[in-house]
């Protein structure tokens, strides 16, 4: 006769399983084992509860914003599965039956573990005690993936975020060895362990300080950009290489007069006066250096940018959600980054990883 708490999933007699909903399961009777016992709905044992705690079923109705014959069928239904009465009724007040005492005392256990599981639902819908773990390569760690985080914090307030900057080559160990869930890559390499996923398509601008003489032109091609002292990026990265094939096909000297590692420095060396640059739509995205004008250039210099992860590792829901903001953000047009936010709580952690030589 002693009720009993029933685990997620229940089997039928006919060997098919009930549906994993949270309910109570009240043993009746001991006989056949195969037999079907009756049970509780989650919402039934609200009701009863309710009825309980106030002793009507005007009171438990207003409790729980329904109406009150709602709750008079829910009860009537919840004693005929039960096969015997929960309440006495006199001048309409309701009290237990003595058959019903330690069953009130299940239903409000059952009903704390709702409320516990309801509270872990939440914090888990803010982001209470979570952390999300990212890295991004400078480029798109200067406007695309900030953007993102903030989104991303607007829907989980509490979410504590760490956010590494990183170079390419250094994305594997970061991945591997579990410093985070995914990098935001400017390409991508062959590895056995690795996934690379598409983000988006960019291209690259040449950036000339404000008042140069390509500064009114719309397009400009290399042979243009040949023409001035250049700052900019290795050959050897991977928007680099984009540039100085295209200096190569047009038999031109790549000669960079100042090179720097970080797209950012590039652009703020620019604004000084001291060159124009090729860097991508991406960094410079946020128009930060108001002293700079970005143009067009005329050859092809479209690349895709990728989201890397394990192979053997799932995403978290909130990964998955950064990435789909962060994918957002860099297929939409341009907009200044001055546009009014709500402030956020100081949660997130930005750091750059020690660099190799």
Known sequence: MGPRTARACFIHPTGRPYSPILICWFRVTDCCPHRERPMLTLRQIEVIRAIMITGTVGDAARMLNVSSPGVSRAMKHAESTLGFKLFHRKGGRYTPTLEAKDIFAQVNSVYDKVEDLQYVIA???????????????????????????????????????????????????????????????SYRFDHAMLLFEPLAEGQLKCVVPVGHPLASRAVVSVKDIAKYPLIG??????????????FHEANLDYNVIVQARFGFTVAALVEQGLGIAVLDEFTIAARNWPGTVAIDISEPTKFQTY????????????????????RTHMTAKPRPA?????????????RRVAQKK
């Open 233 to 246: 990026i290795d050959p050897g990265d991977p928007y680099g290489r984009i540039m100085a094939r295209h």
């Open 307 to 326: 989201i890397a992860s394990r192979k053997d590792a799932t995403l978290s829901s909130y990964c998955t959600r950064f990435v789909q903001l962060l």
């Open 123 to 185: 914090k888990l819908k803010k982001g209470e005690d979570v952390a999300l773990s990212i890295g991004a390569v400078p480029s798109l760690a200067t406007v695309m993936v900030p953007r993102a985080i903030a989104d991303i914090r607007r829907r989980y307030p509490d979410l504590s975020i760490a956010l590494d900057i990183i170079k390419v080559e250094d994305a594997t160990d970061y991945l591997l060895m579990g410093k985070g869930e995914a990098v935001a890559m």
């Open 338 to 350: 001055t546009v009014p936010l709500k402030p956020l709580k100081p949660l997130i952690e930005t």
